[in-house]
């Protein structure tokens, strides 16, 4: 069995616990279901795909989120108040 933390992408019980969590994009408030699943630590910096370390970004936020995310070392330099109703794990 594969230890899903080490997977990319999230699964659809993960999505669907986003979209009950996070209801909508965490920056600009765009419908749940129009958001792309973002890894708040980059997957490809050992960030892990569990729901602790996911959000819902629509996609123009995304975008904004990769170009202001200096890689690497990954930091949290984002534009506030972007994750200030989800819990950052670390």
């Given at each position: 069995?594969?230890?899903?933390?080490?997977?990319?992408?999230?699964?659809?019980?993960?999505?669907?616990?986003?979209?009950?969590?996070?209801?909508?994009?965490?920056n600009?408030g765009?419908?749940?279901?129009?958001?792309?699943?973002?890894?708040?630590?980059?997957?490809?910096?050992?960030?892990?795909?569990?729901?602790?370390?996911?959000?819902?970004?629509?996609?123009?936020c995304?975008?904004?989120?990769?170009?202001?995310?200096?890689?690497p070392?990954?930091?949290?330099?984002?534009k506030?108040?972007?994750?200030?109703n989800?819990?950052?794990?670390?």
């Amino acid at each position: 069995m594969t230890n899903r933390a080490y997977q990319r992408s999230a699964t659809q019980k993960q999505k669907l616990a986003l979209y009950a969590r996070d209801k909508h994009c965490v920056n600009c408030g765009l419908r749940a279901t129009a958001c792309d699943v973002h890894h708040i630590k980059p997957w490809e910096h050992g960030g892990k795909t569990n729901i602790n370390n996911l959000v819902l970004l629509c996609p123009t936020c995304h975008t904004q989120t990769h170009k202001h995310q200096p890689q690497p070392p990954p930091t949290r330099r984002f534009k506030q108040p972007i994750y200030s109703n989800v819990l950052l794990s670390t």
